[in-house]
């Protein structure tokens, strides 16, 4: 299901997929491509276990997290960048309801925007969420978060920011050192993370200027670590 949502879907970031990509024992290795921002260039990404926690690292050309979307001073129409990690887990294993669609980590900043869990503010800072994509040709790049329908109360986890899309606001810690960005998760948190398949990509997401959904389209992908989102990364344990 999640590589036939995706195979064809981010075609239109051109050359920010041609790129040629490796996968060691649980490390995805990509070429460098000048025609992608230097922050937003993926060129390692991987998830590991260590002990009771799990590690989600992406390393790119230059300097992780430089590059932020400009404010614009209103909600809709506004901007978000993000480092994903698609996964082959459930959309359950992170305490969303089964088979709800593509579950990605992502660590975004968007400046015009608060949605941290119980109202914490968050737009001055990189954060991280879980998300569940889907399939939309409405958007951009083919895919959106997922909507939740009016008057639905679908299952959602403990720190959803109480907006109207699948999405979690775990306040993960998250660091930025040099060229790398790395969320640490507590292993207990996510069902079936060990083995789990994964690829890793930045992307421009934009806030639907009518506040219609798709609310939340991504806009635009500047670099998929596999080059065809194939997920062939594996979560192993740290040597």
């Not at 309801?97 to 015009?112: M, N």
Request: charged letters at 20%; one cysteine or more.
């Amino acid at each position: 299901m999640l590589r036939s949502l995706l195979t064809g879907t981010l075609v239109v970031a051109g050359t920010a997929l041609l790129c040629q990509s490796t996968a060691s024992a649980h490390a995805i290795k990509a070429k460098a491509n000048q025609a992608v921002n230097a922050s937003l260039d993926i060129i390692e990404t991987k998830i590991t276990t260590k002990g009771d926690k799990v590690v989600f690292s992406t390393r790119v050309r230059g300097e992780a997290g430089k590059d932020k979307p400009d404010a614009t001073g209103k909600f809709e129409g506004s901007s978000v960048y993000a480092y994903v990690w698609p996964t082959s887990l459930d959309s359950s294993d992170v305490g969303f309801e089964k088979k709800q669609g593509i579950v990605a980590l992502a660590v975004t900043f968007h400046p015009d925007f608060d949605d941290g869990a119980n109202g914490t503010k968050n737009r001055h800072v990189w954060h991280s969420h879980w998300v569940v994509l889907a399939k939309d040709k409405a958007c951009g790049a083919g895919l959106k978060v997922e909507d939740i329908p009016k008057d639905t109360k679908p299952k959602v986890p403990a720190t959803w920011p109480g907006v109207p899309l699948l999405i979690d606001s775990p306040a993960y810690p998250t660091t930025f050192t040099g060229d790398e960005v790395d969320v640490e998760i507590p292993l207990s948190l996510i069902n079936d993370i060990k083995g789990a398949a994964f690829d890793g990509v930045t992307a421009g997401l934009k806030v639907n200027g009518n506040l219609h959904a798709p609310l939340l389209c991504v806009s635009d992908v500047f670099k998929v670590a596999s080059g065809d989102l194939s997920l062939p990364g594996k979560v192993e344990p740290a040597k």
